[in-house]
């Protein structure tokens, strides 16, 4: 049934009262209570936006309230204990108050409600909810009841236990808000969903040696989080390698969040090794590695070449030894010298050729400066006899000593007897 209520304007505040006169005509509210609210205003449907309350028993906190939809229209629907059976209801539109008695005729200016009662019967849902996994969090509801009023609004906060956090809702919820609100318009399931969380311990040894970005930089990791781990040094060291819950040397790394874990960056210090050449630009050395600084403990091979017209002659420095390559630990800065001497060569010619040999002592290709060289003139045919020395070298002695302070030639100069000479002059011709 329909009630129509035509209200009048009290002063600036319009305020709609039961007449004391009709007591009779109270009410029984039914539970629960629905009210369908027409607005007018100046006989005009008012449209949305218009706020409708209803007050019991002349109390000053609404018991229930919505606001109009487009036609002008409100549902109001709320609970009616035992103890408000009898009690006087008001409804309030936008600052104007009514009370619902049938049939009352209250003329006023400019403003109308129509109350429209349903009896039907009230309508309840349930709400189950499940945290997945189980144990992993709580899920609390307000209002927490067994069963819902049709399209009453529950709000679920989901909480999680330590070592996990909230993910998501599924099934009749849905986002990752760990608040979300349910409208009741049938029976609803809705899982909060949790996922595990590990912690990252990270360490630099010696402390002070250097730091490690972490990306990303959490307190705690979702399950099977990839974390990408960079080691920076400080000045003075270089990274050397990870240790604990990553290996390697190479200064980044990723680590997936599966368990706590823990991860140590190692540094060790860095050292300079400086090369020089003596004389400069009679040689080369090269370094493997070859690098600009080393870490702490590196051995590098240092190997000498040298120029035309030289010869690796010795190591000085931080190294030593007359082998052209060398190995330096770099347990500190270090500075090596690769020397580097000249070298000469001796010529030899025979003259007559064929008529003897010159030995030297010793025979090389080449000869450091300031070698003695010991050359031996021996004729090799009958009736020839060693003269004389030549060039860089000079006497009738066939054995002599030349000292090598420049590339040298020296020739050794057989002749033949006297006796030979009559032999082949004058008796072979008979």
Aim: charge should be negative; include cysteine; aromatic fraction near 10%.
């Amino acid at each position: 049934m329909s009630r129509l209520w035509k209200l009048t304007a009290v002063l600036a505040v319009m305020i709609l009262t039961l007449l004391a006169a009709v007591p009779a005509l109270a009410t029984v509210l039914p539970t629960p209570a629905i009210y369908l609210c027409t607005v007018y205003e100046e006989g005009n449907l008012v449209g949305a936006g218009k706020t409708v309350e209803a007050f019991m028993g002349g109390g000053s906190t609404a018991v229930a309230s919505a606001t109009t939809d487009g036609a002008g229209k409100a549902l109001i629907s709320f609970s009616v204990q035992d103890t408000d059976l009898g009690k006087e209801l008001t409804f309030k539109v936008d600052g104007f108050d009514a009370d619902e008695t049938p049939d009352v005729d209250i003329s006023i200016e400019g403003l109308s409600v129509t109350l429209d009662y349903s009896p039907a019967a009230a309508v309840y849902y349930t709400l189950t909810v499940t945290p997945n996994p189980a144990g992993a969090g709580t899920v609390a509801k307000d209002p927490d009841l067994a069963e819902y009023l049709e399209n009453e609004v529950v709000t679920l906060t989901a909480s999680p236990n330590a070592g996990y956090i909230f993910k998501n809702w599924s099934e009749d919820a849905s986002g990752t808000n760990p608040t979300v609100q349910v409208t009741m318009d049938g029976n609803k399931t809705v899982t909060a969903n949790f996922e595990q969380v590990f912690t990252l311990d990270i360490f630099v040894n010696p402390s002070g040696a250097g730091t490690i970005t972490v990306n990303p930089t959490l307190a705690e990791y979702p399950e099977d989080t990839v974390v990408t781990l960079t080691a920076n040094p400080n000045a003075g060291y270089g990274f050397k390698n990870w240790s604990g819950d990553a290996s390697g040397s190479n200064p980044t790394v990723q680590i997936t969040m599966d368990a706590d874990k823990s991860v140590t960056a190692n540094f060790v210090p860095v050292y300079t090794l400086a090369v020089t050449i003596s004389p400069s630009g009679k040689g080369t050395v090269a370094k493997n590695p070859d690098l600009a600084e080393y870490l702490e403990g590196t051995s590098v091979t240092l190997y000498a070449t040298a120029i035309s017209g030289y010869r690796f002659k010795n190591w000085s420095g931080d190294a030593s030894g007359t082998n052209p390559t060398v190995q330096v630990t770099m347990n500190a800065n270090k500075s090596v010298t690769a020397n580097f001497e000249p070298v000469y060569t001796l010529t030899i010619t025979v003259s007559p050729s064929g008529k003897g040999t010159v030995t030297k002592n010793p025979n090389l290709a080449e000869y450091a400066p300031g070698t003695e060289v010991t050359l031996t003139a021996t004729p090799t045919v009958a009736g020839w006899r060693f003269s004389h020395w030549s060039g860089a070298a000079s006497g009738t002695n066939p054995t002599i000593t030349v000292t090598m302070d420049a590339n040298k030639s020296v020739t050794a100069y057989f002749e033949q007897t006297f006796a030979a000479w009559l032999y082949d002059k004058f008796v072979k011709c008979l």
